[in-house]
T-cell receptor
Framework: DTGVSQDPRHKITKRGQNVTFRCDPISEHNRLYWYRQTLGQGPEFLTY????????KSRLLSDRFSAERPKGSFSTLEIQRTEQGDSAMYLC????????????????FGPGTRLTVL | DAKTTQPPSMDCAEGRAANLPCNHS???????VYWYRQIHSQGPQYIIHGLKNNETNEMASLIITEDRKSSTLILPHATLRDTAVYYCIVRVVGAGGTSYGKLTFGQGTILTVHP
């Protein structure tokens, strides 16, 4: 399967613990996005990378959240001192941005990591 | 990005056409209309996009009104596997610019296809 993969698929943790999620994008894609989705709502943008550079961060991304994409391939999203309000599905997506040209930038989503904070 | 308005839910009989409307009355000239869908427990999936002309691909057709203030996604022969949440999104597309990256989802339309 050459799609976007995320690990783990499910995570249950206790309030106050740190968690880290991993996303592996489609191999040639240079853009990688993180979204969060709560029950009954559409996904909300958190942040995105072009190669290893983090180009935009939502104000939803509090100081407890950090995302990295160190080599421009896989990415990690860490949540420190988790709170019950962090319970959500965390979605990763990737796309190919062609240099020097406009791109309609179709995003391919992974299956998500469902986080439950007890 | 412009805001969109969609009905919260719709029903469709299997084999019939499903017509999903979307209002985007504040759309700007450089904003495209995108449609994604999300089947239960999966990530969203791209369906189609357009600027001002009608578009068709293997999944669906997109009809955009002449004033571009609304659009309709058409699934010509809906199947049970088309049951999903359908999101209409408008976003700027162009060369460069960080604002072109993210997708801004609303609550979408829950389409239920029944036998």
């Amino acid at each position: 399967d050459t799609g976007v993969s995320q690990d783990p698929r499910h995570k249950i943790t206790k309030r106050g613990q740190n968690v880290t999620f991993r996303c592996d994008p489609i191999s040639e894609h240079n853009r990688l996005y993180w979204y969060r989705q709560t029950l009954g709502q559409g996904p909300e943008f958190l942040t995105y990378f072009q190669n290893e550079a983090q180009l935009e961060k939502s104000r939803l991304l509090s100081d407890r959240f950090s995302a990295e994409r160190p080599k421009g391939s896989f990415s990690t999203l860490e949540i420190q001192r988790t709170e019950q309000g962090d319970s959500a599905m965390y979605l990763c997506a990737s796309s190919l941005r062609l240099a020097g040209a406009g791109s309609y930038n179709e995003q391919f989503f992974g299956p998500g990591t469902r986080l439950t904070v007890l | 990005d412009a805001k969109t308005t969609q009905p919260p839910s719709m029903d469709c009989a299997e084999g019939r056409a499903a017509n999903l409307p979307c209002n985007h009355s504040t759309i700007s000239g450089n904003e495209y209309v995108y449609w994604y869908r999300q089947i239960h427990s999966q990530g969203p999936q791209y369906i189609i996009h357009g600027l001002k002309n009608n578009e068709t691909n293997e999944m669906a057709s997109l009809i955009i009104t002449e004033d571009r203030k609304s659009s309709t996604l058409i699934l010509p022969h809906a199947t049970l596997r088309d049951t999903a949440v359908y999101y209409c999104i408008v976003r700027v597309v162009g060369a460069g610019g960080t604002s072109y990256g993210k997708l801004t989802f609303g609550q979408g339309t829950i389409l239920t296809v029944h036998p």
